[in-house]
T-cell receptor
Framework: GAVVSQHPSWVICKSGTSVKIECRSLDFQATTMFWYRQFPKQSLMLMATSNEGSKATYEQGVEKDKFLINHASLTLSTLTVTSAHPEDSSFYIC??????????????????FGPGTRLLVL | AQKITQTQPGMFVQEKEAVTLDCTYDTSDQSYGLFWYKQPSSGEMIFLIYQGSYDEQNATEGRYSLNFQKARKSANLVISASQLGDSAMYFCAMREDNQGGKLIFGQGTELSVKP
């Protein structure tokens, strides 16, 4: 299957600092990338949808100014957690897809997930 | 309202036995896809199986099969011949085809396989 990488795999930072997480599709061009957050023992919650060259679409309740998403190329999207606080500590996971902007029925393409980034804010 | 519901927070199964993980979904769309993912303790999301809303036959992938009952809006995952390595969190997810490809996940089921 297609390969998606994330960097860093884990990060510890002080409260008030900003942290940037990279998501790269290594062997395909991803028109769309998704960012999820997962707290321990909970499900993945979609934060935002990132389309190359355009502004990200955030889910309800997700602060745009706190979670800055940039999708500058077809292989790279970044999530910056600005002024991180302990409550932002979580597992952040991205996924990438070659999904067309117009949904096509019966496509079996899945989202290809990165390995995730564990963020701990002290 | 929950779009994807997994009612079993945890399940136990004996090694080599079969197990069914439940998933029900809620959508008014005609075109959608249903997915199952496995998440071991390392955190990676492993794609297991996919079922399209228009597929008439239940999807199968090796030891995984999806029991798709469209009228009941259920998409249960059946794992046959459980192995110790199957112990993990399992998530059911839905993609509504007019929503730009995003996935909505259920709460997950933690499966433990006993030797």
């Amino acid at each position: 299957g297609a390969v998606v990488s994330q960097h860093p795999s884990w990060v510890i930072c002080k409260s008030g600092t900003s942290v940037k997480i990279e998501c790269r599709s290594l062997d395909f061009q991803a028109t769309t990338m998704f960012w999820y957050r997962q707290f321990p023992k909970q499900s993945l919650m979609l934060m935002a949808t990132s389309n190359e060259g355009s502004k990200a679409t955030y889910e309800q309740g997700v602060e745009k100014d706190k979670f800055l998403i940039n999708h500058a190329s077809l292989t790279l999207s970044t999530l910056t957690v600005t002024s991180a606080h302990p409550e932002d500590s979580s597992f952040y996971i991205c996924s990438a897809t070659t999904w067309d902007h117009i949904a096509i029925r019966n496509l079996t393409e899945t989202q290809y997930f990165g390995p995730g980034t564990r963020l701990l804010v002290l | 309202a929950q779009k994807i519901t997994q009612t079993q927070p945890g399940m136990f199964v004996q090694e080599k036995e079969a197990v069914t993980l439940d998933c029900t979904y809620d959508t008014s769309d005609q075109s959608y896809g249903l997915f199952w993912y496995k998440q071991p303790s390392s955190g990676e999301m492993i794609f297991l199986i996919y079922q399209g809303s228009y597929d008439e036959q239940n999807a199968t992938e090796g030891r995984y099969s999806l029991n798709f009952q469209k009228a009941r809006k259920s998409a249960n995952l059946v794992i046959s011949a459980s192995q110790l390595g199957d112990s993990a969190m399992y998530f059911c997810a839905m993609r509504e085809d007019n929503q730009g490809g995003k996935l909505i996940f259920g709460q997950g089921t933690e499966l433990s396989v006993k030797p």
